[in-house]
DNA sequence: TATGAATGAGGCTTCATTCAT
DNA sequence: AATGAATGAAGCCTCATTCAT
């Protein structure tokens, strides 16, 4: 029997089922971040793209698989602004006052593209299970390092406060970041946001609020 | 022994009533805390009190009945804490600092007496029901506007920078706050936590991080 | 040791629960008549009373029993009316249209003064349970045996045609006897209604729509 | 043998659907008449087809979705026995004798076939919903003017007495059809009892049971 | 490889019945 | 005798996952 079939090419298949699984994956994104975890059906991601929805079966395990995939995405993104910057390349405060400029900018830049990673990362993961937990739970807590790094280098070159209490001073300074970008994400003129937040944000971590 | 006199049997039943419906809220806050709104089941707060789930519904209207009841409660005490303090009573910028360490220091302890409230509050509630949402949101925009009394007032009085954005700052500073209730929350040494969290805050705002 | 406790009167007492039973009965009539066997819960009926529920049990055995008996009070009142004349006393078709006019409105005011009859009677019993069906069943065709009686009566004195099918008249008549009560209950102007009805009905019968 | 052309594939598929959607309907359709629509259960459908309950909402929003289309088929299956005749067409009693007696063995038939007829559109459909009542109070008002039309006429043409009430005599007469319907149903040897029970109601509809 | 029909576990809610007070 | 709190069986509905085509 002589099979007609055309030949499948292996390559382009990959290529193909790559596309595919990509395509998926941001359809994904953007419904979770609408509709979080649990409102959120494998038939509604399937209908963002006319897909069949048993079609997502033959590219993700299932829903918690495509889900983990969907944050480590938000993740990747989150770190590369994060580390930017070169945490040692800076010697006077005007310098490193540029960096958190840059990195706060970089950032708003990106949750503004990126509505749904506030709630993506701080909450919505949290409790879907245990695996996820812990990895967003690692990630915040290397994000927190990285920007200590920035301040452990000021302190030891004495642009920064001695008595700094640089872990805490690092989380707290990623927190309004993070807060800026959630903020700036809801504002009707994100641009004006954007700079009112960015000035305020530079101003209170680098001069406080007094007169 | 003194007697009591035994009260009359409708102000006893009320009394239990009252009793069970206080104990299922609290159980209620506790698994929506840690299993958030869709992953927690009428059953399982039924189990939490060993009682039949049937009966949770003697006591509440449906599931989100005693949700909006939970979140009420969390907003309160929120409230109240923001609200202990009164904005127009500072002159000067060191007076203006003891409210901040007060209002920290009473929101730290509240936040870690009640780890759950920042999740229920930020993330948890949303995307629930419209109106749930909506109430959330006004009681942030209250508790920034509460915030920013403060800051106005600072302005006013010359004791804060002219150029202050009151409104932004106002919510930076209530992020912080929040930020470190997450922490200490999650702290094996919660003194220690608080302590360090209280100081560095009140640094960063009133003076920022430089040396 | 003395006990001051009022002694009960057996008899008193059996009147008492008498009555509380009978009472229990017509709000239950009163309920399963407007919202039917399945839609009626005994807290409904319990309430109608300000009665608590649990009192019921003290009465009934269940909901069941209740409703037979509800039934049977209906029935009974029907069969007071279809056998509140005697068949054999009529002798010609004139006094037997008067005996026709007499039950018509017997009926057509049983059924106004109770209009639940013929939802109750006709379709609500049914499917309750098998004993129940059959109850109804046998009072159905005890109902035409007795119209058939007078039916029979007028053949034999000559006054109603030999050729008359009388099993299928009687309970043709009687279908048109309770068509009517159904549709009085429903009119606005009763009193009007009721006279056209029956006006209508015993033209019908004894002499046809026919010019 | 021949051979037929193998439907494309969204052709088949619908009529697969449409041949499934019809057999629930079906099974319903049954289910309903025996129960009635408080006792019938989504799984009791389901499992007449031997089909899992979650299968049903494929085809149907829910049970009450399902009724609405039970009882819109029976409304129209009875509507078209009423409309088959022409009200207009006959001059002489004899002549709407014979339509009666072609409607009535219409509806004894349909009736006959459809056994369920009486006590889904009498009684089960009510107090569902009031979108169903008020549709059912519409289709059994509209019958009954359907069969005034015909004793107007009647009247006009002077073959029927001018002093019939022809909207209480209409109502009369369906409810005369109806009930040879029921019991033709319930008869063992229907297609005598058909005969009978026509045979009695033309009779009495157009001469009376006197002799 | 793609599809979507089918499935049933699981969650919400109601209510008849029991039983301690 | 009366009460009503408690219970859990049972019904409706959703949706992740499987599988035949």
């Known amino acids: 029997m002589t099979v007609t079939k055309k030949p499948s090419k292996p390559q382009e ?7 595919r699984r990509s395509q998926i994956l941001d359809a994904a994104y953007k419904v979770f971040s609408e509709k979080g975890y649990r409102d959120t059906t494998v038939a509604d991601v399937a209908q963002v793209l006319g897909m069949g929805h048993g079609t997502f079966y033959r590219y993700f395990t299932n829903k918690h698989d495509i889900f983990e995939q969907v944050m480590n995405s938000a993740l990747l993104r989150v770190a590369k602004v994060i580390a930017s910057e070169d945490p040692k390349a800076t010697n006077t405060l005007a310098e490193y006052r540029g960096q958190v400029e840059r990195i706060g900018s970089g950032m708003l830049d990106l949750l503004d593209s990126d509505p749904a990673i506030p709630r993506l990362l701080f909450y919505e993961a949290m409790g879907i299970s245990p695996e996820l937990d812990e990895k967003i739970q690692r990630v915040w807590e290397l994000s927190g390092e990285v920007t200590e790094t920035y ?16 872990s805490v001073a690092a989380l707290a300074i990623n927190a309004l970041i993070f807060e800026g970008g959630r903020r700036v994400v809801r504002s009707a003129d994100k641009a004006t946001a954007k700079r009112r937040w960015l000035k305020t944000l530079v101003e209170m971590i680098f001069g406080g609020i007094g007169s």
Chains 1, 2, 3, 4 share one sequence.
């Open 13 to 19: 298949s990959n290529e193909r089922a790559e596309l």
């Open 151 to 166: 301040l452990i280098n000021g302190k030891s070159k004495g642009f920064l406060r001695a008595d700094l209490d640089t």
